[in-house]
């Protein structure tokens, strides 16, 4: 009889506890991609990513060099097929990165591209499904019917949707809203993890 109780009190355990478990395993995969995941294995999923050390401020493919023993590897995707591996929307490519992967001791660290959609709620529904509901939603204070912001967070590991405008900056900053400005609005969809990207070991 006590090995009967011990046994139901482990499988509520298990069934209280699981939700949360598959929480924050999602919360760790982008697409295909895992934060964690070696350089190795990103390559072999997408054989033309460019990776590298970076040699200037502004990323690119060409911008990459050999990186020897280096611990800080950038990736770039910009090929039609390794795009469309990465996401069913339109990615923008704005400076010869369209998906920018980085690597910190060789673990996946930052997951970051742009869709070439103008508004966040357009693909909200398909992160929700994966997901669940967000941490935060945040409104346009000018129009409320609109987001600009949404994340998922997990301890260290964040998940974000924000709505950019095409130089990158941040939508929501009141110096941006000049009006009648040609700017093209962008969602900029980001993983990461901080202990990852500055982890020692």
Not at 74 to 79: A, E
Request: with cysteine.
């Amino acid at each position: 009889m006590p090995h009967f109780l011990v046994a139901i009190s482990l499988t509520i355990a298990v069934v209280l506890t699981e939700p949360r478990i598959q929480a924050n395993e999602r919360i760790r995969t982008l697409g295909k991609d895992t934060l964690g995941e070696s350089v190795k294995v990103f390559q072999v999923r997408y054989p033309k990513a460019r990776c590298g050390k970076i040699t200037s401020i502004e990323i690119t493919a060409q911008s990459l060099v050999d990186p020897g023993n280096g611990e800080d590897i950038h990736c770039c995707l910009n090929d039609k097929d390794s795009l469309s591996a990465v996401s069913r929307f339109p990615l923008l490519n704005l400076d010869g990165c369209a998906v920018h992967a980085i690597f910190w001791k060789n673990r996946l660290s930052n997951l970051s591209y742009m869709l070439d959609v103008r508004s966040v709620q357009l693909v909200l529904e398909d992160f929700e499904k994966l997901y669940g509901s967000p941490t935060r939603k945040l409104k346009d204070p000018e129009d409320t019917t609109r987001l600009i912001f949404v994340d998922w967070t997990e301890e260290m590991t964040s998940l974000e949707l924000k709505l950019c405008r095409f130089s990158g900056e941040d939508f929501a900053k009141d110096f941006m809203r000049s009006k009648g400005a040609p700017w093209l609005e962008v969602v900029s969809i980001s993983l990461w993890n901080s202990y990852l990207g500055t982890a020692r070991n």
